[in-house]
T-cell receptor
Framework: GQSLEQPSEVTAVEGAIVQINCTYQ??????LSWYQQHDGGAPTFLSY????GLEETGRFSSFLSRSDSYGYLLLQELQMKDSASYFC?????????FGAGTRLFVKA | NAGVTQTPKFQVLKTGQSMTLQCAQD?????MSWYRQDPGMGLRLIHY???????DQGEVPNGYNVSRSTTEDFPLRLLSAAPSQTSVYFC?????????????FGPGTRLTVT
């Protein structure tokens, strides 16, 4: 089966950097994705890592270590609009399974 | 492109009633899936399809049926609604390639079963 663990909540200050970690157990691993969801909205795709290393997209970066079954999402220059829930998700065997989500609170 | 559309946006059912949640996409994606989202539990995969005529079970398939007769549509049927099925339901579609598994989500259907 597949399972993921990520912290339930993280709080950071506007302008700061925050890292959200994700560990996973899965068979037939294809890659690790990250999604953002604002209250009342639908999840939106942020990034995907199939290989080890860092992927950068603007203020967001995502890292994967396949040997450690571990990844993280790095958010830089935090803005108030970044307050949302962030989900890691593993894809394997045509299934994409999501973690329970990390609620990020950005304070002024 | 409309992307992924879902109807209805809100629905209230009585226990034992059946209904179909509609999902359609216009991006010619082969892969479609249904998730339910309960508070504090993230998104749980109900059923998925890798193409027309092919469906399979996800993590929580009991009480739900799906079919995929066309690439565009992937309806989810609740056979006999139960209060435990009160949730927000999201449909998603994606192009499945080796370099990306980006899923596009619909706006969701908020279902209450009384």
């Amino acid at each position: 089966g597949q399972s993921l663990e990520q912290p339930s909540e993280v709080t950071a200050v506007e302008g700061a950097i925050v890292q959200i970690n994700c560990t996973y157990q899965t068979s037939g691993f294809y890659g690790l994705s990250w999604y953002q969801q604002h209250d009342g909205g639908a999840p939106t795709f942020l990034s995907y890592n199939a290989l080890d290393g860092l992927e950068e997209t603007g203020r967001f970066s995502s890292f994967l270590s396949r040997s450690d079954s571990y990844g993280y999402l790095l958010l830089q220059e935090l803005q108030m609009k970044d307050s949302a829930s962030y989900f890691c998700a593993v894809t394997g065997g045509f299934k994409t399974i999501f973690g329970a989500g990390t609620r990020l609170f950005v304070k002024a | 492109n409309a992307g992924v559309t879902q109807t209805p946006k809100f629905q209230v059912l009585k226990t034992g009633q059946s209904m179909t949640l509609q999902c359609a996409q216009d991006m010619n994606h082969e892969y479609m899936s249904w998730y339910r989202q309960d508070p504090g539990m993230g998104l749980r995969l109900i059923h998925y399809s890798v193409g027309a005529g092919i469906t399979d079970q996800g993590e929580v398939p009991n009480g739900y049926n799906v079919s995929r007769s066309t690439t565009e549509d992937f309806p989810l049927r609740l056979l006999s609604a139960a209060p435990s099925q009160t949730s927000v339901y999201f449909c998603a579609s994606s192009y499945q390639g080796v370099d990306s598994y980006e899923q596009y989500f619909g706006p969701g259907t908020r279902l209450t079963v009384t």
